[in-house]
């Protein structure tokens, strides 16, 4: 083939230059052009409006004025509305540090009812979760009220463990006793959730009730791997009045200090006019 001339070249190559120099014009205005410019212009907002960008300015302003490092809020002490006419309010006063914890294996274990390589593989752990309840009994009722339930705090969750793969190359030497056992396999494996080991109650409580004599339960139950509740700790109170219109206060105490738990109903006042509150 013979060669091409100068002037041959000149003219292959000037339309693909025409064309990367019109490319970088493109790119070079949109770098200076303004950011919120090519924001107004997009589809999204040219179909919906420009309403929809303030609404997320606005949210956004919103998330980012909330402090993320916020301390974790106890449950949310029960305020019941005012009592009706018919009917008087019993409230649960709660002292001290009404702080409650539990520990990882609650529940004693007997010798023998568990296998020696279950301590090998980590520590026991027989809690897998705790609430707490405050119930009545009416005189001359069977029934048992139940005035108020936490949620179930989560201590503890099982989940598959699987062995990570044997390390590239030739096999490493064992020793015979290893090599007897053999890989490890799959198993269950319990993970502990400390976080969630205390639970900060609230300071008071306070429930519409008929007029009547009640025992008053404040109790702890404690969530097996099984899925069973069995309870933990508790205190009751017993013949508190309750009147038409008026208030009686319960008091009691929780706390944990020095890993002794403290849960005690201690007394109750006579019923009260609401404005004394």
Same mark, same amino acid.
């Given at each position: 083939m013979p060669a091409a001339t100068p002037g041959r070249i000149m003219?292959? /190559?000037?339309p693909r230059q025409r064309e990367e120099t019109k490319i970088t014009q493109r790119i070079r205005s949109r770098e200076e052009s303004p950011r919120t410019e090519n924001s107004l212009h997009h589809p999204f907002l040219a179909r919906y409006g420009q309403g929809v960008l303030a609404s997320w300015m606005i949210a956004a302003g919103v998330l980012l004025a909330q402090d993320p490092k916020q301390e974790p809020q106890p449950v949310p002490q029960s305020v019941a509305p005012a009592a009706p006419a018919d009917q008087g309010t019993? *409230? /649960? +006063?709660i002292s001290g540090s009404r702080m409650y914890c539990v520990k990882r294996n609650e529940v004693e274990i007997k010798p023998g009812s568990t296998k020696p390589r279950q301590y090998r593989n980590g520590p026991l752990t027989t809690t897998f979760g705790y609430k707490y309840q405050i119930s009545a009994i009416r005189r001359g009722s069977a029934g048992v009220v139940k005035l108020f339930e936490s949620p179930t705090? *989560?201590?503890?969750? *099982? +989940?598959m463990w699987t062995p990570p793969p044997p390390p590239p190359g030739p096999p490493l030497p064992?020793?015979?006793d290893a090599a007897r056992r053999g890989r490890p396999t799959k198993r269950n494996v319990t993970r502990w959730i400390p976080e969630n080991t205390c639970a900060l109650l609230s300071e008071q409580y306070s429930f519409p009730l008929l007029p009547g004599h009640y025992d008053v339960y404040l109790g702890f139950d404690l969530l097996l791997g099984t899925g069973q509740w069995v309870p933990l700790q508790?205190?009751?109170v017993t013949d508190v009045v309750v009147e038409e219109s008026r208030v009686t *206060?319960?008091?009691g105490s929780v706390g944990d200090s020095n890993g002794i738990r403290t849960v005690k109903l201690d007394s109750a006042d006579p019923p009260e006019a609401p404005a004394s509150q």
């Open positions: 003219t292959t /190559l000037m019993l *409230r /649960l +006063e705090f *989560r201590t503890a969750y *099982r +989940e064992i020793s015979p508790s205190d009751f *206060r319960v008091h």
